[in-house]
T-cell receptor
Framework: AQTVTQSQPEMSVQEAETVTLSCTYD???????LFWYKQPPSRQMILVIR??????QNATENRFSVNFQKAAKSFSLKISDSQLGDTAMYFC?????????????FGGGTRVLVKP | GAVVSQHPSWVICKSGTSVKIECRSL??????MFWYRQFPKQSLMLMAT?????????EQGVEKDKFLINHASLTLSTLTVTSAHPEDSSFYIC?????????????FGNGTRLTVT
């Protein structure tokens, strides 16, 4: 079974600064996908960024970027130029590739508070 | 965009009664939907995979007779919590898979807060 670990329960950052959230996972699979989801106070799950394990290039979406270290099984999220609207719970998630049925395994989450 | 709607957003029911939660994909067809449970300040735990036209696949430890899932159409899956008890109080979230490819994106509903008194 896969496990996803987020070691930081809470992080705070000043507006416009950068914060990095850590995520490690354990799997014996070679083909898989990794995700970061944002859950604001509204509880709506929002996809922030996605990474295919077979791609060496780190994914980037505007102010959000990841540092994917496959050998180390690490998948950190960097939020640059933090904005007040980035305040939310952030979940790292793992999904096996191909015929695995799109089942997501979530980490425990990191609460991010952006301070003005 | 791809919109997934859950109804109701919140529900309070008495212990021993049953409650039904709906998950609809509004602008796409979803052969596969997923139901998650989230306790306060905790992560999402997958409960079951809902497949259109066939039986749901439940995760280990989830009681299939207590959490009834029906996926009768390509746009609707329902979760019925039968004989609800206070320990069933939780936040229930669905997601729907848009497309048939194994890496088709998942879209989440806005969740349902269930309180059993």
């Amino acid at each position: 079974a896969q496990t996803v670990t987020q070691s930081q329960p809470e992080m705070s950052v000043q507006e416009a600064e950068t914060v990095t959230l850590s995520c490690t996972y354990d799997t014996s699979e070679n083909n898989y996908y990794l995700f970061w989801y944002k859950q604001p106070p509204s509880r709506q799950m929002i996809l922030v960024i996605r990474q295919e394990a077979y791609k060496q290039q780190n994914a980037t979406e505007n102010r959000f970027s990841v540092n994917f270290q496959k050998a180390a099984k690490s998948f950190s999220l960097k939020i640059s130029d933090s904005q007040l609207g980035d305040t939310a719970m952030y979940f790292c998630a793992f999904m096996k590739g191909e015929a695995a049925g799109n089942k997501l395994t979530f980490g425990g989450g990191t609460r991010v508070l952006v301070k003005p | 965009g791809a919109v997934v709607s859950q109804h109701p957003s919140w529900v309070i029911c008495k212990s021993g009664t049953s409650v039904k939660i709906e998950c609809r994909s509004l602008d796409f067809q979803a052969t596969t939907m997923f139901w998650y449970r989230q306790f306060p300040k905790q992560s999402l735990m997958l409960m079951a995979t809902s497949n259109e036209g066939s039986k749901a696949t439940y995760e280990q430890g989830v009681e299939k007779d207590k959490f009834l899932i029906n996926h009768a159409s390509l746009t609707l899956s329902t979760l019925t919590v039968t004989s609800a008890h206070p320990e069933d109080s939780s936040f229930y979230i669905c997601s729907a898979k848009k497309g048939s490819s194994y890496n088709s994106p998942l879209h989440f509903g806005n969740g349902t807060r269930l309180t059993v008194t």
